[in-house]
């Protein structure tokens, strides 16, 4: 961990928790995805697209669903968006989505002016400008994506920035979908 991540998890108000899961689960080599207790309920997440349209999770019922929880203030949430908008572009047509779901209060055009500047061309504008998606899926901090079968059940979460379109993770991803009784390319 660098010497400015360090420091930076000694400072008041620092969700530590965030920081530190990522890099105990890369240390420890283990799998990239927590385990999610029991199939439970679907999850009701409800957010607006990027026309301020009502949209759900369930929107995406037969879909399996990568939700990533971001902002654009967050720098390692700006920093894996490029590798998120590649994986949704690697992996159209296999019964697959990313929604990426930023908490960004100035809206829409936050969220397009920055997919502009680094050229995101595949991600869809998702918003949750009063911040309830955190909360309710207990993230502790940005960014962090939540994995779902077709049926809006969490399978799996990771805390922290990812390179999402990296060969170990979209290999998970495939056979997540694969096991899901979806297409893989």
């Not at 911040?131 to 901090?141: F, T």
Request: charged share 20%; aromatic share 8%.
């Amino acid at each position: 961990m660098s010497p400015t991540r360090m420091d930076s998890l000694k400072r008041p108000g620092i969700r530590r928790r965030a920081w530190l899961v990522p890099a105990v689960l890369l240390l420890a080599g283990g799998a990239l995805w927590s385990n999610v207790a029991g199939p439970g309920s679907p999850t009701a997440l409800a957010f607006v697209d990027g026309e301020g349209r009502p949209s759900r999770l369930a929107d995406f019922r037969g879909k399996v669903v990568l939700v990533n929880l971001w902002a654009t203030w967050c720098l390692p949430c700006r920093h894996e968006m490029p590798a998120l908008d590649r994986l949704q572009g690697k992996l159209v047509g296999t019964d697959f989505q990313v929604v990426a779901l930023s908490v960004d209060r100035g809206g829409a055009a936050v969220v397009r002016r920055f997919y502009e500047t680094v050229g995101v061309r595949h991600l869809s504008v998702f918003l949750d400008t009063a911040g309830a998606a955190l909360p309710q899926v207990g993230a502790a901090g940005l960014p962090t994506t939540l994995l779902f079968d077709r049926d809006g059940h969490e399978i799996g979460r990771f805390v922290g920035p990812a390179e999402w379109d990296g060969p170990r993770l979209e290999a998970i991803l495939r056979n997540a979908i694969a096991q899901q009784g979806g297409r893989t390319s």
